[in-house]
């Protein structure tokens, strides 16, 4: 199985067992699609073509790392 089919499978298995609460509870589920490093390779890109700042870019680049 693929890794789109695996996550597909995941979404719908947490969708599923989020049905069973029987509340009105809220589930937020976030499924991540990229790794960190194409996350990094992106915002270097971002800096590189101008679309962000230096400083914008040392934030984000600390946020990927402490999170991702």
Known sequence: M???GFL???VIAMAGLSAC???R???NTEVR???TGQELTDL???LDEGA???SEYDKKR???LKNG
Do not use: V
């Open 44 to 46: 270097k890109k971002a």
């Open 8 to 10: 597909g499978l995941l």
């Open 62 to 64: 600390k946020d990927i």
């Open 33 to 35: 699609t990229t790794t």
């Open 2 to 4: 693929g890794r789109l």
């Open 25 to 27: 509870s809220e589930q």
């Open 21 to 23: 609460g029987g509340g």
């Open 52 to 54: 962000i700042s230096q």
